[in-house]
């Protein structure tokens, strides 16, 4: 049984959580319904919030009041597939000589501090924007929910070999902390978390997988998929190793292979960009992933901007439901996602068969 932090001394069961413990359980516990509920219901609830943000953003931020007022749309009234898709796409290089205009001139006290966003190099030119404490919780609830769907043990260890700083995390050594991040350890108890450059040499990554003895493994897949191959060439298991996570990067069925093969554990992968937070996780039952629809819209488009169908594979937009400091309407990421049909586990939540990685930019 998981049990969360209590914050008040003396009283430890049943516990009594802080704000924030408090807030995500709350979240949790929505999202816990709110996954079964059939697609045009969860846009129903979509629509309701977006009606909200529109208001918002062609109210406060100059470069959306020009936008509705261009599409002849009426922010306040209730939103539908349709009018959405009057609105244009908000591409990356809108976003970059927008400037402060699409920055709210009245952020909603109740949505906190500002926090400033940055995208990687890796992905274009950068992109700079800001967040919310409250985007900051939608978050750590979707980091939680990715926890819960995939029945992590809280009190196993975490190791992480993703890219840093040059010259910091190297090996042998690597860091270490005695928590998995704020993430996790604001609503439970967690064991400790340790992390690698992935700029280390691969045989050394590989010997000190072996030394920390991680319960789970986070990793970008191609830096996975040579450390498999390895493992299989030395004849090398991980012991003690339940889970592997992947993110950066497309996942392949030939990953999930040699994964299964070198270690035999499961591979968890999941969607998400600096941006809008997670995009979408994969099934508990499946090896397909489940939009974050309580988080954002997200729509897979063809060129000439129709939706695609399962099978289909097209652009991805997305319109990130809680950012009312930089809202982002139908933006279009840079990346192409294949759709899939509904999934055999029941949830009413939308499918994404395959990430299938960056568009190739516009001739």
Same mark, same amino acid.
């Given at each position: 049984?998981?049990?969360? &932090? ?10 009594? =959580? ?12 929505? /999202? ?7 697609? !045009?219901?969860?846009?129903? !609830?979509?629509? @309701? ?6 208001? &918002? ?24 597939? $349709?009018?959405? &898709? ?17 920055? *709210? ?10 926090? +400033?966003?940055?995208? #990687? ?18 978050? @750590? ?8 769907? &995939? ?27 005695? #928590?998995?991040?704020?993430? #996790? ?18 045989? +050394? ?18 830096? /996975? ?7 299989? $060439? ?11 996570m992947t993110v950066g990067e ?28 997670? /995009? ?7 090896e397909v992933l489940h939009v974050?629809?309580?988080n954002l819209l997200l729509e ?5 901007? @129709?939706?695609?169908? =399962? ?7 997305? *319109? ?5 400091? *930089? ?37």
């Amino acid at each position: 049984m998981r049990i969360p &932090h209590s914050t008040v001394p003396g009283i430890v069961h049943p516990a009594l =959580p802080g704000r924030m413990a408090a807030l995500l359980m709350s979240l949790l516990y929505q /999202l816990d319904q709110t996954q079964w509920l059939t697609p !045009e219901a969860l846009f129903a !609830e979509q629509a @309701r919030q977006l009606r909200v943000l529109f208001a &918002h953003a062609a109210a406060s931020v100059p470069f959306y009041g020009r936008r509705f007022a261009a599409a002849g749309l009426d922010p306040d009234a209730a939103v539908t597939r $349709e009018t959405l &898709h009057r609105l244009p796409v908000l591409r990356r290089s809108d976003l970059q000589s927008a400037g402060a205009t699409i920055g *709210t001139t009245a952020l909603p006290k109740s949505h906190g501090k500002r926090h +400033a966003l940055e995208t #990687s190099a890796t992905t274009g030119a950068p992109v700079s924007l800001y967040g919310t404490e409250i985007t900051g919780i939608f978050w @750590r609830a979707c980091v939680m929910r990715e926890h819960l769907w &995939h029945e992590r043990r809280m009190d196993g260890k975490l190791a992480a070999i993703r890219p840093a700083r040059p010259g910091a995390a190297m090996a042998p050594l690597g860091l270490s902390s005695d #928590s998995w991040g704020r993430a #996790s350890g604001a609503l439970f108890p967690t064991g400790p978390a340790v992390l690698l450059n992935a700029a280390s040499p691969l045989p +050394a990554q590989l010997d000190w997988l072996l030394r920390e003895r991680p319960t789970y493994l986070i990793s970008l897949p191609s830096n /996975l998929a040579a450390l498999a191959r390895l493992s299989v $060439e030395e004849g090398v298991s991980l012991p003690g190793l339940e889970q592997v996570m992947t993110v950066g990067e497309p996942v392949t069925a030939a990953l999930r292979d040699i994964v299964r093969q070198a270690w035999d554990v499961p591979l968890k992968d999941s969607y998400s960009c600096e941006e809008a937070g997670y /995009l979408a996780m994969q099934c508990p039952e499946q090896e397909v992933l489940h939009v974050q629809s309580e988080n954002l819209l997200l729509e897979v488009v063809g060129n000439d901007g @129709r939706p695609c169908v =399962p099978g289909e594979a097209g652009r991805v937009l997305v *319109t990130s439901l809680h950012n009312f400091a *930089t809202p982002l309407i139908r933006y279009e990421l840079g990346d192409l996602a294949e759709v899939g049909a509904p999934c055999a586990c029941g949830r009413g939540l939308p499918v994404i068969a395959r990430v299938l990685g960056r568009a190739p930019a516009a001739g």
